[in-house]
């Protein structure tokens, strides 16, 4: 579109002696700037610019022509046939050069510039160079446009494509409500406390939030508060200057600033230690940050999306978190349900991650049959969807073409074997008809035991703490048992 340096125009005038002058005006630059076709009516330029808009890069238009179609309409016209198109207007002498208002009205339609006519005893329309200038000017309006739509568009198919990585699969009724939601919340900027069971797409339905939100072009920034060593939150999440402390040896962006006119996601938000709380909720009440070290403050702004598995209004009760930041995060709650309470969408899951792991992995999409599918409908997934994902790919690794309920049986860890709730008992592992390998069995057991001591702590530091094991131990354990 714009390899050659022509600029090429339409002039729209119907008075030949005012051609030939504009025709003379241009004849300076005539090298670069071509009248490639003049037209004396508002309706054939329109002609002209439906079939081929591409083939001109400026109008110059009389602004009083014959017939109905003149001025500001025809300036809103062209703009809506390609807004790439720059439009000049030229206009007698009998305009108030002063008028503003005309001016104004001129640019709102449109145009990108205007001249009043030289009288007509003059053979130039315009002092040439000046009207010559805005023509390249108006090029290059048109050019930077042009620059802007296509990373507008580069920018949109991008979060596009992230939309439909990210896409929440499901279509029971707790999904398609959560789906409402989450347009509702996208369209605000309110705080957004998403609660749920582990592995239920807590950290999904906040990308989507962010993602179909007006900030969705800024950064997403997630921050996992139960991951992060304490002493290290503060510094992470507002930053802090050189020399602030020994081993500041330069000034530290924090993830605060890092998501400023984006979205911040806490996630585990009820790990944040107290004086983390204390610090969030001035920042979240100010709308400013002090980076550790400075007293400076900087304004920012931040969507806050938080994020946790525990009752966290129980966790105010016991002071273990602050009520009034509880308050200025959970200003729209939003709960993700369990894959239990949406168990009709178990077969739709499954079919989506067979897909996407048989591309990945680059295995043929396998036959299902209808039992192995029963089994699975059946199982508990105390680990929810992420369990479920995990089991399929199990599954897929061990198809070869057919998925049969053996293969099932195997990948579910005892799926045969119906837990009850963690009430810490273990009898139904001996009710089982068939013996179970030994190492099947502690895989059961193991999986039970942690299930129910995450159910019984205070959060997976406390769970790790109880059962005498480093954090990042029991993270990898529950990780490899699918409950992470
Ligand atoms: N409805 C869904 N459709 C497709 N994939 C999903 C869905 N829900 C969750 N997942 C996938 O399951 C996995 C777990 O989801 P996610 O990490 O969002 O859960 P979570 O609730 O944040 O878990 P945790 O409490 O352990 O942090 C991710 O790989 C996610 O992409
Ligand atoms: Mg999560």
Redesign the pocket.
């Known amino acids: 579109m714009f390899t050659d340096n022509i600029i090429n125009i339409l002039l729209i005038e119907d008075e030949e002696y005012d051609v030939q002058r504009v025709k003379n005006t241009l004849q300076l630059f005539e090298q670069n700037i071509r009248i490639k076709a003049v037209v004396s009516s508002g309706i054939k330029a329109i002609n002209l610019l439906e079939a081929n808009a591409e083939d001109y890069d400026v109008v110059i238009m009389d602004y009083q022509i014959s017939g109905g179609l003149m001025g500001e309409k025809l300036i809103r016209k062209i703009k809506t046939i390609d807004p790439l198109l720059q439009v000049i207007v030229i206009t007698k002498m009998t305009i108030n050069i002063n008028d503003l208002n005309f001016a104004n009205e001129l640019i709102q339609a449109g145009a990108f510039w205007f001249c009043t006519k030289y009288p007509g005893d003059v053979d130039y329309i315009y002092q040439p160079t000046d009207f010559s200038l805005s023509i390249f000017n108006a090029k290059r309006k048109r050019e930077l446009e042009f620059a802007q739509r296509s990373s507008d568009m580069k920018l949109s198919r991008n979060i596009r494509e992230i939309l439909s990585s990210?896409?929440?699969?499901?279509s029971s009724q707790p999904?398609q409500q959560?789906h409402n939601r989450i347009d509702k919340c996208a369209a605000t900027t309110a705080s957004v406390m998403?609660t749920?069971?582990?592995?239920?797409?807590?950290?999904?339905?906040?990308?989507n939030i962010h993602y179909r939100s007006e900030r969705k072009y800024e950064n997403f920034v997630a921050v996992?508060c139960g991951s992060i060593p304490t002493e290290l939150i503060e510094s992470e999440l507002f930053g802090y200057t050189k020399g602030a402390f020994t081993g500041a040896d330069k000034n530290k962006e924090g993830l605060f600033e890092y998501a400023n006119k984006g979205t911040l996601f806490l996630?585990?938000v009820a790990e944040l230690p107290h004086n983390v709380q204390v610090k969030l909720l001035r920042v979240l009440q100010e709308g400013e940050l002090e980076k550790i070290g400075s007293t400076e403050r900087k304004k920012v702004d931040v969507r806050i999306i938080s994020?946790t598995?525990k009752d966290l209004k129980q966790e105010v009760v016991e002071r273990r978190f602050r009520e009034d930041l509880f308050y200025r995060l959970n200003v729209i709650p939003i709960r993700?349900p369990s894959l239990a309470e949406r168990a009709d969408?178990i077969t739709l899951?499954f079919r989506?991650?067979l897909g996407e792991f048989s591309q990945q992995l680059n295995i043929p999409f396998p036959e299902i049959r209808d039992d192995a599918l029963e089994i699975l409908r059946n199982y508990e997934y105390p680990?929810?969807?992420?369990e479920?994902?995990n089991i399929t790919q199990r599954i897929l690794f061990d198809s070869e073409g057919i998925i049969t309920p053996n293969i099932v049986r195997n990948s579910v860890e005892g799926a045969p074997i119906m837990f009850e709730s963690s009430s810490g008992e273990f009898n139904q592992i001996l009710e089982t008809e068939e013996i179970l390998p030994f190492s099947d069995a502690k895989k059961i057991l193991h999986k039970k035991y942690l299930t129910y001591v995450r159910e019984n702590s205070n959060s997976d530091a406390h769970a790790a703490e109880q059962l005498g094991m480093a954090p990042s131990n029991f993270h990898r354990i529950c990780k490899e048992h699918g409950?992470?």
């Open positions: 990210k896409k929440i699969i499901g999904v959560l998403i749920g069971p582990s592995g239920s797409g807590k950290e999904l339905v906040a990308a996992n996630d585990e994020a598995n993700v969408d899951l989506h991650f680990g929810n969807i992420r479920l994902k409950l992470k």
